[in-house]
């Protein structure tokens, strides 16, 4: 089955930490109209997790009164999802995106948030600003199961 034209959704939402399911559960069900194998389905949770993770912790300091944005569009078989926050941005973006590097050591963070969501997408471009916020853009081709039994 091909998918005609472009389809959008988006979602703001509070940045607290247990909105983080939420978001996941919202993109992966949006997501799944290309109906994706259960790993690509994992995958995604797992990158929307790590990046409005990134949004409550680094962007907004744990701040509940902080908004996270999440867009996603399909095209095709292409899935772009942008995750963005107005808070603190990243000062250098080089750094923040070596593996192992946390900006939070006393918090146990792993420093892989960046790495993950840059091996589990086909495209992965991070813009921010500092006191503005920061962007995190991501693109994915989910090869439709459908069509290998059409």
Do not use: W
Request: glycine share 6%; hydrophobic share 35%; proline share 3%.
């Amino acid at each position: 089955m091909k998918h005609s034209g472009t389809n959008r959704m988006s979602l703001q939402f509070s940045s607290r930490s247990e909105n983080e399911a939420f978001a996941r559960v919202t993109v992966a069900a949006f997501v799944s109209q290309l109906d994706p194998t259960l790993e690509e389905l994992t995958d995604m949770k797992t990158v929307i997790s790590e990046a409005v993770t990134n949004c409550i912790i680094h962007g907004y300091d744990n701040d509940p009164d902080g908004e996270v944005t999440i867009s996603a569009e399909i095209e095709g078989e292409e899935v772009t999802i942008i995750v963005s926050d107005k808070g603190h941005g990243i000062e250098d973006i080089d750094l923040a995106r070596q593996p192992l590097y946390t900006s939070k050591p006393d918090m146990e963070r792993s420093g892989m948030g960046f790495t993950i969501m840059e091996n589990f997408m086909d495209e992965f471009e991070v813009s921010t600003e500092l006191g503005a916020g920061t962007s995190i853009r991501m693109k994915k081709r989910i090869e439709s199961k459908k069509a290998l039994y059409n």
